[in-house]
């Protein structure tokens, strides 16, 4: 019988090499091979070894307090980062804006699908996805610095249309997390809150001659898994490390739920009414408005949120599935440090799938935060001056939906608000201004949803905007709010204007809006 190596965290550690390019999967706080990831920083940190790693993540990793991939955030370590996003790995992030290290930030589900191009030895992933935006390298590449100069995107046409080439590259060590695993090397993940990019991303591994390292909570005998919930065959794996129960939570700082994994389904009861009209619920129930019966939702994190309780609280949560980009389908997405996960999902998809299914323009309706827009439509989330965000499954996502509605402040920094009599009062601005003339960094193009005949809409607690062909549109003012001194001269360019109207009133008004009447 074929037996896999059992070996120590720290023996793992040894088996990486100088200048390899190494691979972590994980989702935010969930499904972290931490004892790897703290045993390779720990030889480093003894050794000086390994040094000039190129390190690739395809989805946001850590808690901004260490966990992830700022474990190797240190200077020597790593040479190059390729990652989908960095807001998690702030000491990586840093070190990419002072231009100590490459940094490059490509769309996430791109990555995913690209591990797939990887491990089936194609020239690269062929895709729409960034077109117009900062991963277009005619206008930046996916490069984050000067420091960066390697072109991994290239501008191609086929069968008449304009396509983005992502480059496929080897890669040397994968760190991945699973359940169990049994002698032969066989990997479950069945309490993971989704497989993510466990299959895909061990091909490319293997497929690339190099080494798959895989965590684990336990090893059991031979022939005792059963085989529909392995998702990495022991063909592909390296070594097995079991971890110690700190380093293999579910979620860090987080117990096991099983409801979330989906081994039960658990009663999740009636949605309670928040009777303060908050700024956050002024804009979650006026993009409720969207929704219709039957449609395929993802939400963001923010002010996006808050949709789903909007729905649940007025009786309509049946309305929509709710999706998440890593691969849960139906239940209630979590949030904080256990965003990515589901409570009572239906089905736990490969994070590469469900970005399939987005790219292909499954999603009827996204619902994404907002952080800047300038008059031609473009969205920011991904980069602020010198601190780098990163765009997440954004790009994918809010390209491909069938409709896309971003949700947020109308500024930043502090805004206060509050209802009185059926009007929105604001007690005190925001310091930033969101509407801006030219954002940071363009994560969504307004040009190319304009191309795409793509429905976009900007939804704020004092202002509706829409995306037309021609611009940007002023179309809904909340009651009580003066357009001249509380819109347009808190805005950096002019919105077109013709036949505004006012908010649904229902909107500020305490108790239940009647949602179902309105839709």
């Known amino acids: 019988m074929r037996k896999v190596k059992i070996v120590t965290a720290d023996e793992a550690a040894k088996l990486i090499n100088d200048n390899d390019t190494i691979a972590i999967d994980g989702f935010v706080q969930s499904s972290l091979p931490e004892a790897l990831n703290k045993a390779l920083e720990k030889r480093f940190l003894d050794t000086g070894k390994p040094e000039g790693l190129t390190v690739i993540w395809s989805a946001g990793q850590g808690n901004r307090l260490g966990a992830g991939p700022d474990h190797f955030a240190y200077p020597g370590m790593v040479k190059r980062v390729i990652a989908g996003h960095w807001n998690l790995a702030p000491k990586m992030g840093e070190a990419a804006s002072k231009n100590e290290i490459e940094a490059y930030n490509l769309p996430q589900g791109v990555l995913c699908c690209l591990f797939r191009e990887i491990a089936a030895k194609r020239e690269g992933l062929i895709s729409h996805v960034g077109l117009n935006t900062f991963a277009d390298p005619r206008i930046e590449g996916g490069k984050l610095n000067t420091k960066t100069t390697e072109d991994l995107v290239e501008i191609i046409h086929i069968n008449g249309k304009e396509r983005l080439l992502y480059k496929t590259f080897p890669i040397n060590v994968a760190f991945i997390r699973g359940t169990y695993a049994d002698e032969a090397g066989n990997v479950t993940c069945e309490k993971e809150v989704a497989p993510l990019d466990s299959t895909s991303l061990a091909q490319a591994v293997k497929n690339s001659g190099g080494k798959v390292i895989v965590q684990v909570e336990k090893v059991v005998r031979a022939g005792t898994l059963n085989p529909h919930l392995v998702k990495i065959p022991g063909i592909y794996v390296t070594a097995v490390v079991v971890a110690q129960p700190c380093d293999h939570e579910q979620s860090l700082g987080c117990g096991y ?225 003066d357009i001249q001194t509380q819109i347009l001269d808190v805005m950096d360019f002019v919105p077109k204007m013709e036949n505004i109207k006012t908010m649904n009133e229902n909107i500020f008004k305490a108790g239940l809006m009647e949602l179902k009447n309105i839709i």
């Open 257 to 481: 739920d099983p409801a979330i994994s989906g081994e039960v389904t658990i009663p999740t009861g009636k949605a309670q009414s928040d009777t303060e009209l908050s700024t956050k619920k002024i804009i979650a129930r006026r993009a409720a408005m969207e929704l219709k019966k039957n449609v395929v939702v993802n939400l963001g994190i923010g002010n996006a949120e808050y949709v789903s309780s909007v729905a649940n609280e007025e009786g309509i949560g049946d309305y929509m599935t709710l999706t998440v980009e890593c691969g849960p389908v139906g239940g209630i997405p979590l949030a904080g440090n256990r965003f990515g996960s589901s409570i009572n999902p239906e089905a736990l998809l490969d994070q590469s799938l469900q970005f399939d299914f987005y790219d292909g323009g499954g999603l009827d309706l996204a619902f994404l935060g907002l952080a800047q827009v300038d008059e031609s439509g473009n969205v920011n989330l991904s980069k602020f001056g010198t601190r780098i965000a990163g765009c997440g499954g954004s790009i994918d996502i809010s390209q491909n939906s069938k409709k896309v509605v971003y949700c947020g402040s109308f500024t930043a920094g502090g805004i206060k608000t509050k209802v009185e009599n059926g009007k929105l009062i604001i007690l005190q601005e925001g310091k930033e201004r969101k509407f801006v003339k030219n954002v940071d960094q363009i994560t969504f193009s307004g040009k190319y949803a304009a191309q795409e005949g793509q429905p976009v809409m900007y939804i704020t607690e004092r202002a509706v905007f829409e995306l037309k062909s021609d611009g940007v549109y002023l179309t809904e003012v909340a009651p009580g709010i």
